[in-house]
Structure formats: C-alpha cells, structure tokens
C-alpha cells in the first residue's frame, strides 16, 4: 500500500505543515506539493527539503498510490495532477480540512472536519492523542502552520484548541525564534508597490445596501502572496467586504475576504472554480480576463449579497416612553439624558405616536417648553414586525421620511429601529466606529455659537460672517464656517484663517464676494477652491502670508463615492455632512452656519465639541490615514499644539499607516510642509519626540534618531529662540523659527544628508541655504568665536557678518562656551547695526577713485569704528583718506 499526501497548490506553511503532520498519522507516506508554493514556504523548503523529503509534482509518478491524503483543501481543482488520482479505481481519499464542507468536494471514505484557525491543528490534536513522538523540527514546522493560518493567535478564527497545539509543539521543541523569522511581516519594496496600486484601484460599489470593495489590476508577475496583500489591504482600510482581482498574463489571482456574516465568500470564489472559508477564500481564474471577471463577480454580488438582519436584531433596547400630557421641556431633558433621538408617546399604555429631540427642542427654543409632547409628536408611525427585513425598514424610511420605526411583536413594543441602526447595519466598520461610536451628546440639540464669535472676535469680523451668509443665499447657495476656524473658535482662540465651504458653485460665490468685499480672487483649478483677499476689516490685523490683505479661502461641500450600478464610484459636491466626514480628526470637523434665520448653529455630527472638551484627537474613520498620511503629522502637531491626547484607536490607525508606510508614498513636498508646520509650532520637540516615537522621523532621513544630544539642542533653541524674542520685539518674524529647530534636528547628520534632504523635499532655495550654511560653517564659526582670549569687536563682526539669523541662533543653541554666545548676541543686537556715516560720495569727493578698493577702505573703516577707534563722520573719512594713501 502506497500513501500519498497532498494539499493545494500556492501551499501557505499550514498546508506545508498539515502534510508533515499527517505523514506522522500515515508513517512513510509521500509528501507531494502541486504547483507552485508561497515564497516564504520556498525559502524555507530550500533549507530543509532534505529532511522533511518532500517532492514536487512535477517529478512525482503516481504509479502504486492506493490511498490520497488531502490536506488543508478538499477541492479537486486545487491539488494540481494529483486530482487524477481522485476517484481512481483503487484508490481510496482521506480529507483533513478546516474548511467548510461544500457541494463541490471531493467524496472521501474519510472526511474530518473541524472549525480551527489552522488545519494543522486537527491534525496535531491526532498525533497527541494518539502519543505519537514528533522531533523539534517537526513540531516547529507544525507550529508555523498554525502561528501563520491564526495570525499567531490573533484572528478572530483562532480557537483554544490551537492555543492548545501551539502550547503542545512548545513543549515538544517548536523553536519559536525560527516561526518568528519565517511569519511574515514586513511588505517587500514590490509588494509595497502592489499594495499601493490595489489601494489605488480600489472601487467601492454598493450593492444591495452593501459597500463592496473591489481592486483589480494587472501585474507583470504573478503575486507570491496575494493573501497577504489581501490582508493588509483589508486591515488598513478596514473594508467589511473586499475582492481583489490581479490579472497575471495568463490568469487571474482572486481572493476575497468578508467581515459580514451574511456574505459567505467561499461561495464567490466557487464561482471561478476556488473555495475556502466564507469569511477568507481564493481562486485562479484562468478562463477570463479582468474585465470579464469583474463583470461576472458584480453581476453575482447582484444576485446574491442580501443581508438577513431582521428588524429584531436591528433594536437596541427599551425606547423612552413618554406621556401623551408631559410638557415639552422635561421631555427634551429626558431623551438627552438617555442619549436618544426618538421617543415614543403613550395614552393607556397604547402607542399614539413618535416625536424626536429636534422637534421637541424646537418647541423649546420657540418658547413652547410649556406645551404638551402631544402638539409635537407624529401619529404616523409605520410599525414594523420583528422579522421585517434590514431592506423593508430601510425602504419605509425613506419612503416615508421618517427618522425610526417602531418594532412590534403582536401588540407588544420591542423597541425602535432608527436611520442610524439601518447605516450601522450595513456598514459595520465603516459607521459603527466613526467618531467613537456612541454620541455623547445627542444629535438633536441644536447649539448656536454666536455669542462666542462676539466674545472671541471684533465686531467686524461677525459682521463680515454674515453677509458672506447672506450674500450665499442671495445666490440661492448655502454658507458655513468649517475646520480649524471653527475648532479655534470654540476654543476661544482668535484664529482669523476664514475657510468658507458652500453647498453650490463655490467659484461663482467667490467671485461675487470678492466684489461685494472690493477684494480680488484667485481660483485654484486643481481643487475646485478659491481665496479671496479683501481689505481688512476694522480691529483685524492682516495676515502676513496673505500681503496684508484679510484672506477668506472657499470651498464647495464634496462627497464622496455613491453606486449607480456596474458605473464607477465619482467625487461629486454634496450635503455639508458629507463634507465634514471627508476632513481629518472629530475637532476639525464641525461648521457653523452663516445664513439669516440659522447663524452660528453648530454642525457637530461627530462629537467634535466633546473631544475638545476631553482633548481627544479622534480620526472620524479607519481610512483617515491610507487617505491622507499626512494626517499623521496633523494629529502629532494638533497632539502637541493643544496638549490633548490622541485616543487608542487612532493611534493604532496610525500606527498601521506607519507600518504600510503609506509616508513613503506621499510626495516629499507634502510632507515638507507638515514639517515646517510642526516646526514652527511654539515648542515643537514635543511633537518631534511623538514623532519619533511612532517611527516617522525616518521619513525625513533614515539614519535620523532623535538621541539626548538633539533633545538638549532642541531645548537650547527654545533659549535662544526666547532671548532673540526679547531683542527682536515688534520683528520677531523676522526670522523663521522652523529653520533653527530643522538646523537642530539635522544636526548628526552629515552635510552630503543635509544637502539630499534639501533637494528631495524640494526645500526654497532660501531655506535650503540657511540649512546648508548652518551645517558648513558651524564648527568652523564656533571654534573661532569660542576662543577665551579677547577678541576685537571687528573680529567677531568677521566671523558672523553674513549668516542669516537662523543660523546664528542655531549656533547659539549648539554652542556650549557662553563667551561664543556673547559674541553672537553682541554681534545680534549692537555689531550688526553699526553703520558708517560716511558714503561712497564722500570718499568721490575727497578725491578718491572708485573702484573695487572702494569696498575694502569701507570695510577697514567699519572695523575701525566697531573697535571704538573713530567716533565722527570727519574721524571715518579721515581714517579711510590715511589708509587710502598707504
Ligand atoms: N484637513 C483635512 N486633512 C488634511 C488637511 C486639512 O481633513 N490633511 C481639513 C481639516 O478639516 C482642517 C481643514 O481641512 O481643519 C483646514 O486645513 P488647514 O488650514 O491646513 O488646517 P487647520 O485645521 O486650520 O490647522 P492650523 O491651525 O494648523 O492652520
């Protein structure tokens, strides 16, 4: 009797470790891998083929097999030519899989089955029960099989037994430090490649109420490690349902993954010939192109995506009950009490209708607290059974423009089922974990700011605000004041970077503002924005990056992807709520309105107010930073800036765009400008070291470290900035502080760095000098003005005269001798004012000849005077005539 063992082909280290594991149940039975194996698998087969004995399908015969042993698959489609031997005469089939069963499997005399993370599992569970001796090599290639299939231990498919099996192999010699070389981690550069262009190719269609994600593409090679990328891609945009598709030249790699219990994509897959689990599956699809797979995988999503979720899987507890005579007022207290939008109204235990916190706090702000909840409830109620389907209430709706639906059960009340439960619903991820999940404050309340826009700015400045609201509605737009402007408002911080967003034409707003204001704009094509520049208002003080000019930037409210079904997904302008999901963090993602009858009404959908309150940064959701990695910088400066605390899970959001390095494919230029503006924060080591400790200081040079001796650089520069502060009242943007604290950073680096980095993050000319001065001249400089012994004033002007004050603060930071330090603050505030009375005329006149002498007689005669040796006008042209004539 012959036994061979086999398993499917692109063999992972489970499949790998599944048949060494069953050649100990089945002892002296072959080992043979179809087709090719995962690159990981490769390499370590390279080392050690000699001792597991395996062979490849290629050179196996299958003459004398009397019985297959398939493992880690029971389709015949994946297991290569050993599928010739599947119902051979003789030939008898053993399946161990963890898999779930499927109509299309091969008929087996024996079949295990069992629901574990890895399908080695089962099989180490057999060899323990059964007391059979494995070696530490065996036992370490078993427990790769299972760390790699459970994402060591950490899938939500992981279950105790391979806790157990993982624990057993330890015990029995698994090397632990060799699973850990072989588990992959790091992306390869190709694959961080391959990622960024499914990232890219990403189209979100909603099916059926349901967000799909699809990245198709084609790839020169064919892609070792799918699954991974799959992975990845998977948890860093934290899709609930995603395909990938990479059209190979002969074929199609497809791998689908599904977090939705209603989608079971080992079906899908089953579609182009594969299989798996429904929640992680795979295929090779070799008899269509892209294009043609993609159609057929859309058309069968169609067909086949529905969700099952009921109406009583939908409710989540007990409503507010209110009676039918409770006045306005309490009732209002009540539902924001318990955090609800909706209550329904009783009389006699029945229910007479539903009302909702807007209503009822409209009623209060009209001066109607007084009046009972009946005048302001609706008796239209559209109750629902407890098995109505997800569809039907989300139809009812927005059919009926209602916000909830009751759910009965015969003439009992269960609860209510509200817009917000249906989102939810359907879009797992992507809704249930924006902006931190439960409201805080319901939504209901409407909040109206304007007595904060008086307190904080000059009358001028609301006055401004409400005409640029009027003037939307004259043009039949809508106005609000977004992001930072409203954030610093609201915390009381004059901020007067206007950013405008209008639902409508916002170049066709601006143009209008600009001339009611007597201003000028420009139009930003690229964006679809414009800046207007008017005089300043009265009190407001001119911005200097805007020319003096008082600076109103304008935007159109934008959405984002929607279905129209088989078109692909558009960025179009919608609803201000939209436009607010869009943006970066919960505080920089509230309005305000501008127009007449709501001025100063505060849009808040996401909680904005409460995270300043708490000083939380809060990305709104999972994809924050794969959109936009910038953003990283963002959250560190606004961290620092504010002295708030980035939450758990942003910063594991971050942390995941950090280990994709999603930085690495942002344009430098970009970047650039997240780091001067973290730079020139008031103190920004703070945001330095956060950066540092997140691991993106290497975006700007990989050799950079932040060690104690930039740390003490960074805190001397805050010193030195300080005093230049103190001496250089009323010009103190004279100098860009950025540049001291950026010289400081580079400090360890060598000048050949310096200079790349000034070239790659394409830096101003300008800038890029001073940097590159500071690193030129430091030691040189330094060791010159250092010097114990006396030196002369014109000595010390020498050394210095020329360095931009940047460099020369940064050298006061870099410095330990205080006499250097002197010097330059010497230098600073008394040497480099020094100037002659004498002018090149009167040199002419006293009959000297101009020419290039001309600069070096004035030179000597300023040192001269530095040095105190001439005091008068008649002292300086007298001490240039005398050296003239030598
Ligand atoms: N924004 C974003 N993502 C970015 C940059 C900006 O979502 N990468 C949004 C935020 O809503 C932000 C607004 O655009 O509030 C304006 O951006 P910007 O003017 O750069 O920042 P501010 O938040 O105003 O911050 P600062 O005070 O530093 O100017």
């Known amino acids: ?46 080392l050690c083929s000699d001792l597991v004995k395996i062979e490849y399908e290629k050179d196996a015969s299958l003459e004398n097999v009397t019985r297959l042993i398939i493992v ?158 799959a992975h990845k891609l998977e948890d860093a945009e934290n899709f609930n349902l995603i395909f990938l598709m990479v059209q190979t030249r002969d074929r199609v790699q497809f791998i689908a993954r599904s977090a939705l219990p209603f989608v079971n994509v080992s079906k899908v897959a089953a579609l182009f010939g594969g299989g798996g689990h429904p929640s992680a599956s795979g295929a090779v699809i070799r008899d269509m192109n892209l294009v043609e797979a993609k159609a057929k995988l859309i058309e069968y999503l169609r067909s086949h995506i529905h969700s099952d979720i009921k109406a009583k899987e939908l409710v989540t507890g007990k409503p507010v ?61 559209f109750p629902v059974k407890p098995d109505t389907s997800i569809y039907a209430i989300q139809d009812m709706i927005q059919e009926k423009d209602v916000g909830c639906v009751p759910v009965f059960d015969g003439g009992n009340l269960l609860g209510l089922v509200t817009r917000s439960d249906v989102l939810r619903a359907f879009h797992g991820r992507l809704f249930a974990a924006a902006a931190g999940g439960e409201l805080k404050e319901p939504r209901g309340v409407t909040v109206n700011i304007t007595p904060r826009i008086k307190k904080t700015f000059p009358a001028k400045m609301a006055e401004l605000l409400r005409f640029a609201g009027r003037l939307a509605e004259e043009t039949g737009f809508t106005a609000f004041a977004v992001g930072g402007f409203v954030r610093d408002l609201l915390l009381g911080v004059v901020n007067f970077d206007v950013d405008i967003v209008i639902e409508g034409n916002a170049i066709e707003y601006a143009k209008r503002l600009s001339k009611e204001l007597c201003g000028v704009y420009v139009y930003h094509k690229r964006f679809g924005t414009a800046t207007v520049f008017c005089p300043c208002p009265a009190g407001i003080a001119p911005s200097r990056s805007s020319g003096g000019k008082f600076r109103i930037d304008i935007a159109m409210t934008r959405t984002e992807i929607y279905e129209k079904p088989a078109a692909l997904p558009t960025v179009k302008f919608g609803p201000i709520e939209n436009d607010l999901y869009r943006r970066d963090f919960t505080i920089n993602a509230m309005a305000f309105r501008l127009s007449r009858h709501h001025f100063g009404e505060l849009l808040d959908p996401f909680n904005g107010r409460a995270d300043l309150k708490d000083g939380t940064i ?115 943007h004279a100098l860009e502080r950025w540049l001291v604290y950026l010289a400081v950073l580079l400090d360890e680096l060598d000048p050949a760095q310096v200079k790349k980095i000034c070239g790659d993050f394409v830096f101003r000319k300008a800038d890029a000098a001073k940097i590159i001065s500071y690193k030129k001249n430091a030691d040189r400089v330094l060791a010159a003005i250092s010097k114990k012994e006396k030196l002369r004033a014109s000595e010390v002007y020498g050394h210095l005269e020329g360095l931009s004050h940047e460099v020369m603060v940064a050298l006061m930071a870099k410095t330990p001798s205080q006499a250097a330090r002197r010097r330059i603050m010497s230098y600073m505030t008394k040497y480099a004012h020094v100037k002659l009375d004498l002018r090149g005329d009167d040199l002419k006149k006293a009959g000297i000849e101009p020419g290039p002498h001309f600069k070096e007689l004035i030179k000597k005669t300023l040192h001269a005077k530095l040095d105190g040796k001439i005091k008068t006008k008649d002292g300086e042209l007298a001490f240039a005539l005398q050296h003239y004539r030598r």
């Open 72 to 229: 880690e698959t029971r389709l015949k489609s994946r297991i290569g030519k050993m599928a010739q031997l599947v119902g051979k005469k003789g030939v008898e089939v053993h399946i161990y899989d963890h898999h779930p069963r499927t109509d299309g499997d091969v008929k087996a005399a024996k079949d295990i089955y069992k629901k574990t993370g890895a399908s080695t599992t089962i099989l180490v569970e057999l060899i323990k029960d059964r007391e059979i001796k494995i070696s530490p090599l065996e036992a370490t290639i078993m427990a790769l099989g299972i760390y790699e299939d459970t994402g060591s231990l950490t899938f939500p498919t992981t279950t105790r037994e391979d806790v157990d099996m993982v624990s057993f192999l330890i015990s029995n010699g698994a090397d632990l430090h060799l699973v850990s070389s072989y588990l992959r981690g790091e992306l390869t550069e190709k694959e961080l490649r391959l990622l960024a262009l499914l990232i890219q190719s990403t189209e979100v269609h909603v099916i059926n109420s349901v967000h799909v994600a699809i990245a198709a593409i084609t790839s020169e090679e064919y892609v070792d490690d799918l699954s991974l990328l």
């Open 618 to 732: 809060r990305a709104l959701h999972d994809l924050s930073f794969v959109d936009d990695p910038t953003r990283i910088f963002r959250a560190v400066r606004f961290e620092q800036r504010f002295d708030f605390k980035i939450e758990p899970r942003t910063e594991n959001l971050i942390k995941k765009a950090v280990g994709l390095k999603m930085v690495d494919r942002t344009q430098k230029q970009r970047i650039r400008e997240e780091l001067i503006a973290i730079l020139s924060e008031e103190k920004p080591l703070k945001a330095v070291r956060r950066l540092s400790e997140l691991n993106e200081l290497r975006f700007i040079d990989p050799d950079l470290t932040l060690k104690s001796k930039n740390i003490e650089l960074f805190s001397a520069a805050e010193e030195a900035l300080a005093w230049y502060d103190n001496t250089h009242t009323g010009n103190r």
């Open 321 to 381: 009950e209110l009676k039918i005579d409770e006045p306005v007022s309490g009732a209002s207290e009540k539902l924001v009490k318990a955090l609800c939008e909706y209550a329904v109204i009783k009389d006699n235990g029945q229910v007479e209708g539903i009302t909702s916190l807007k209503d009822l706090d409209r009623a209060v702000s009209l001066g109607f607290g007084h009046a009972r909840v009946k005048g302001y409830m609706s008796r239209k109620i």
């Open 1 to 46: 009797m012959t036994d061979l063992i086999t398993t499917h082909a692109n063999a992972d280290f489970d499949a790998l470790a599944s048949m060494v594991a069953a050649r100990k149940l089945y002892p002296g039975a072959r080992l043979v891998l179809p087709g090719s194996q995962e690159r990981a698998v490769r390499e370590f087969m390279s």
